[in-house]
């Protein structure tokens, strides 16, 4: 197992990157509108990352995804495929995961996006599963465990009647997309591998309304949906963790920690 700690120099990469991943999300926030399709809000973000910030969009291609972001609708959980026929209506929730690569570093974060009026069970949904990813966030520092993550994210979601999906998980990144380690969304306190200064990884919660079972689509491979069709969400963040504390290096403007 191999946890690759960075170097400030490697850490001021991840802080380019970071701010690239987050201003594609700041950028694509006014199109998100009823009437447009998913495969146009990839375009418009694929051209951005590539014109704009000449940037790599780390998902296409990347074992095999067509596309340069992925558009998680509604009860789709995570990995949805961004298509022109997927067109939004209002009352949609959905979820936008931006990856972007620049000088060899990854930033990767996703966030929620109401699609006009959407209903306030949803919009519960979204609170609360952002709550348990800066609930996460404001723990970590050297000495907190994997486990101690988990547990606050699982203890949140589930106190509010909803299920964490756990075959999906944060993710150690650098360099590489998906490295060491694995940051569980449930867990005990006290378990797990001890965090220390100079790891980089995201947290990146997803909850069901329903049950926490998820079925992968066997036409397309990638989209991961609720069993029970009913509503999920997510958000992502990508940190470094500091001497006290932690970074999170794809914070957006709107945001305050
Ligand atoms: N961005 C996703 C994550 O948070 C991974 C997407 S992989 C893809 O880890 F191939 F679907 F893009
Ligand atoms: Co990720
Ligand atoms: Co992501």
Not at 14 to 41: D, H
Not at 62 to 71: A, D, E, I, L, R
Request: aromatic share 6%.
């Amino acid at each position: 197992m191999t946890i690759h700690i960075k170097t400030p120099d490697e850490i001021e990469k991840m802080r380019v990157a970071g701010r690239l991943a987050a201003a594609v999300l700041e950028m694509i926030g006014p199109y998100v509108k009823p009437g447009v399709s998913t495969g146009e809000l990839d375009t418009i973000c694929h051209n951005y990352i590539v014109d704009t910030q000449q940037a790599i969009p780390a998902p296409l291609n990347y074992n095999g995804f067509p596309k340069s972001v992925c558009t998680s609708v509604n009860h789709v959980i995570c990995h949805g495929i961004p298509s022109d026929e997927k067109i939004l209506k209002t009352g949609d929730i959905i979820n936008i995961d931006v990856t972007v690569i620049k000088d060899g570093f990854h930033g990767d974060t996703s966030k929620m996006f109401c699609v006009g009026e959407t209903p306030s069970h949803a919009q519960r949904l979204i609170r609360i599963t952002q709550e348990c990813m800066y609930k996460a966030i404001n723990i970590v520092k050297p000495g907190v465990t994997l486990g101690d993550i988990g547990h606050i994210i699982q203890q949140h979601g589930e106190a509010n009647n909803y299920a964490i999906v756990r075959e999906y998980c944060g993710h150690g990144i650098g360099r590489i997309f998906h490295e060491e380690p694995q940051v569980l969304h449930y867990g005990r306190p006290d378990t797990g591998m001890k965090i220390v200064e100079g790891m980089t990884f995201t947290i990146e919660p997803m909850l069901n309304a329903g049950s926490r079972y998820t079925k992968l689509s066997k036409k397309d491979g990638w989209p991961v949906t609720t069993k029970g069709r009913r509503l999920s969400a997510q958000w992502e963040h990508t940190l470094a963790v500091t001497a006290d504390g932690f970074e999170v290096l794809t914070l957006r403007s709107e945001e305050n920690l």
